[in-house]
């Protein structure tokens, strides 16, 4: 599969590979936003604006590019939410490849799901959703201006076995991030063994603009490195973990010893 091609895409069938030829040379593109209109005259809506919609189970793609071409998103700005890539299957892989948008780039929104050597780029929030994902030696590259955020945990629930780990990852790029904000009373996001530049905000991680949330979110860090891993301004709401990263450092995380054959 060598080709660029701009197209929505989506896929409903279990047992679906994508192969590319390389990220730079097989690329599915749109230029959805969630306050694009479609053809009876309603906002699409986030859900919506995704370049490329997996909605089935054991789906496994590498070496391709899922991108949202719509223009970047100002801080604030309402209904600019631009979806590269929405995953709502379980059992799902990607490897070596690549997501690109701005604003809510990959909706990671709900399954299990397993990313190896893949690069994710956006400013606000661009990992979102209530699935439960391994991010193992991605680069999380920003382009954001101003502020954003890295990931955004949808769990609303302490009995939700969803959240997001990041495992020897690298953070490249712009602006001043949060390495996660609580979407969900229960959020569960945690980097271990990560390079984070200097592009983290001191404070880390956000409640939301609700302080309740912070009795009851899981924002973690594990043995991290760069400039950006001073734990010393964090909120005193997020943790330092030690053996309590254990069950977020491996691919039992996603039990992914049941259904990954790598």
Not at 33 to 44: F, M, Y
Not at 184 to 202: E, K, M, Q, T
């Amino acid at each position: 599969m060598g080709c660029r091609e701009k197209v929505r895409v989506p896929i409903t069938k279990p047992f679906v590979s994508l192969i590319g030829m390389g990220t730079g040379r097989t690329v599915i593109t749109w230029n959805s936003r969630a306050s694009d209109l479609d053809a009876s005259g309603h906002q699409v809506g986030t859900l919506n604006s995704a370049s490329v919609a997996i909605e089935a189970d054991y789906f496994c793609a590498s070496h391709i590019t899922f991108e949202n071409s719509a223009p970047p998103a100002p801080p604030g700005a309402v209904g600019q939410q631009a979806v590269a890539l929405r995953l709502a299957g379980d059992k799902t892989m990607l490897y070596r490849c690549r997501v690109l948008g701005t604003q809510d780039t990959l909706f990671d929104n709900m399954g299990r799901h397993y990313f190896y050597n893949c690069d994710i780029q956006g400013s606000i929030d661009f990992i979102f959703g209530n699935a439960r994902s391994l991010f193992q030696g991605c680069t999380l590259h920003a382009v954001a201006t101003t502020y954003g955020a890295i990931a955004a945990s949808q769990r609303s629930s302490a009995a939700d076995d969803s959240g997001f780990s990041f495992v020897g990852c690298k953070l490249t790029g712009s602006g001043m991030l949060y390495l996660g904000r609580a979407w969900g009373r229960y959020a569960r996001v945690v980097y271990s063994y990560c390079d984070l530049s200097g592009i983290v905000v001191p404070q880390g991680w956000s409640d939301w603009g609700d302080q309740s949330r912070t009795k009851t979110v899981l924002f973690g860090e594990y043995s991290c490195k760069g400039p950006g891993a001073s734990t010393r301004q964090r909120v005193p709401w997020s943790r330092t973990l030690t053996y309590e990263a254990q069950p977020f450092l491996g691919k039992s995380f996603i039990n992914g010893e049941e259904w990954l054959k790598l």
